[in-house]
């Protein structure tokens, strides 16, 4: 990984890391308030030889001192010398468990002892240390006297046993310190680990790690398109109304020699937004000029006319079954070039009739008619059906739904086109948060308004005017339903939260019975 990936890592997880962090202060805080308090007092021993003053006497007593201090320390805890001082300060502790509590250090190159004890409390920590300089000058001399002869060494107090009122454990400002930095240490490996372990797509970069298709565009995460999914319902200036122009360029410029124009939109898993998708990358198209027919490819849970606002009752089925003209079920969308083809009645057979030759002579023919032939298909892993019309078609396009996807699964049906040979002519990032992009992705505000206009609307409280539904100058009448809260339930907004589930995709993806009553259970409709 390199420094930028950790810095996003921090971006991403930074919430894991200051979680981490304040419960490693708040363990620290406790600790160092139920710690009891522990404090202390030192005194000094000089130890001298007393030898004459010629200057190889003091050189021989100073190697002697300073072998001698080292002994000294080590004796200071004895049971020997401790039980006097015991007895002394009248202590209920015992040699051991006050050897415990008395520590010596010596400075080198010196004849010095320094001399700690620790209590809790300081008034008693200090009677035990001047306890200790009483008791143990004596002792040395006594075990360093000869028979008959004096001590050669001399232990005297430089530094009388102090007073410290403060305590010297817990240490709050330490223990603070030291849970501060083990709780960002902590945090940061916790969210380096949660982010290995992610294995969804949430960028350009996390899509690069799993193909090396072609990444035609991302589009920006908008809290405001479940309430309107489509691009005529939102200032044409907006960031997604941008990202879905910024599209249809990338289309329009795959193949200049040969351009696609049947088009398969499909996506990994339920819940990604291809339905939206197709219905945005339509009206961006039909913008321009260009004919456009959008058909409603998913026979098993159509919502593409839904989010458009059109009634699709009668459509796809019936016209491969013979039963309609595709005019008589051709709708149009304002009063542009894009034309609506419902999905129809849901079929018992509905990988069969979109594989079938018929279906593949419907799409010559609108091929032949418009510039571009959009069909919204189903996801490639619950269902067959989209590999079977990538067959039949120029190209597909897959939808990842940033968050909602695993890599693993774009990769499988990608995998699953690959298959079949059919032509994956790029990938849309969808729903991609401004941060996470990797390639600027809502990053930057799109806005070209004349200067007039912008000065007016600095002075508003309220965001810019949106673009109505069915403008009379370019759109038309739109059918009532765009906006209707009656309409059929998820007509307007993203694609349902069930259908936002990673797992048996398989099995949660079914048609609506109740639309099932023109094809007996197994009836055929090629007969």
Request: glycine residues 8%; neutral net charge; proline residues 7%.
């Amino acid at each position: 990984m390199e420094l930028q990936d950790y810095l996003n890592v921090i971006r991403k997880r930074w919430m894991i890391i200051a979680a981490v962090t304040l419960v490693t202060l708040g363990l620290a805080a406790a600790y160092t308030a139920l710690s009891p308090r522990t404090y202390s007092s030192s005194t000094r021993f000089f130890v001298q030889t007393t030898s004459d003053d010629t200057t190889s006497s003091l050189a021989q007593g100073n190697t002697f001192t300073q072998a001698r201090v080292k002994t000294y320390a080590q004796i200071l805890t004895d049971p020997t010398v401790l039980q006097p001082v015991i007895d002394s300060v009248r202590l209920s502790s015992t040699t051991d468990q006050l050897a415990g509590r008395v520590t010596s250090s010596i400075p080198l190159d010196t004849g010095l002892i320094d001399v700690t004890v620790t209590d809790s409390s300081p008034q008693r920590a200090q009677q035990i240390a001047k306890a200790i300089g009483e008791v143990f000058p004596p002792y040395v001399a006594k075990i360093e006297t000869r028979s008959g002869k004096t001590s050669p060494v001399q232990l005297s107090v430089t530094r009388p046993a102090t007073f410290e009122p403060a305590p010297v454990s817990p240490k709050p400002t330490r223990n603070l310190a030291l849970g501060l930095v083990l709780g960002l240490l902590l945090g940061f490996g916790m969210a380096l680990l949660r982010d290995v372990l992610d294995k969804s797509v949430k960028s350009q970069r996390d899509l690069e790690t799993v193909t090396d298709r072609t990444i035609l565009g991302g589009i920006a995460y908008d809290t405001d398109a479940s309430v309107h999914p489509l691009i005529v319902q939102v200032d044409p200036r907006s960031q997604r109304a941008e990202a879905f122009r910024s599209l249809r360029t990338n289309l329009q410029f795959i193949d200049v020699s040969n351009p696609p124009k049947s088009i398969v939109v499909t996506s990994s898993l339920p819940g990604e937004g291809k339905s939206t998708t197709t219905a945005n990358l339509a009206i961006s198209l039909a913008e321009t000029g260009l004919k456009v027919v959008v058909i409603e490819g998913d026979l098993r849970r159509p919502r593409l006319l839904d989010y458009l606002g059109f009634e699709g009752s009668v459509g796809l089925t019936d016209v491969l079954v013979g039963r309609v003209e595709v005019d008589d079920v051709l709708q149009p969308f304002g009063r542009t070039g894009l034309r609506l083809l419902g999905a129809g009645p849901i079929p018992p057979n509905p990988s069969e009739l979109l594989g079938s030759a018929n279906m593949e002579q419907l799409i010559e023919d609108l091929t032949e008619r418009f510039d571009y032939v959009l069909i919204d298909a189903p996801p490639l892993l619950p269902v067959t059906d989209a590999a079977v019309l990538s067959t039949i078609v120029d190209g597909a396009l897959v939808v990842v739904g940033a968050g909602v996807v695993q890599r693993e699964h774009v990769r499988r049906a990608i995998d699953s086109l690959d298959a079949v040979n059919g032509s994956v002519l790029g990938l849309i990032l969808n729903r991609v948060k401004a941060k996470e992009g990797g390639a600027g992705y809502g990053t930057y505000e799109y806005d070209y308004r004349p200067e007039s206009e912008r000065q007016r609307a600095k002075g508003r409280s309220m965001p810019p005017q949106r673009r109505p539904i069915a403008n009379e100058d370019d759109m038309g009448p739109v059918n009532p339903r765009m906006s209707a809260p009656g309409s059929r339930p998820g007509a307007v907004g993203p694609e349902t939260p069930e259908q936002q589930s990673n797992g048996h995709a398989t099995a949660h993806y079914a048609g609506d019975p109740a639309q099932r009553a023109d094809f007996p259970a197994g009836d055929s409709i090629f007969r």
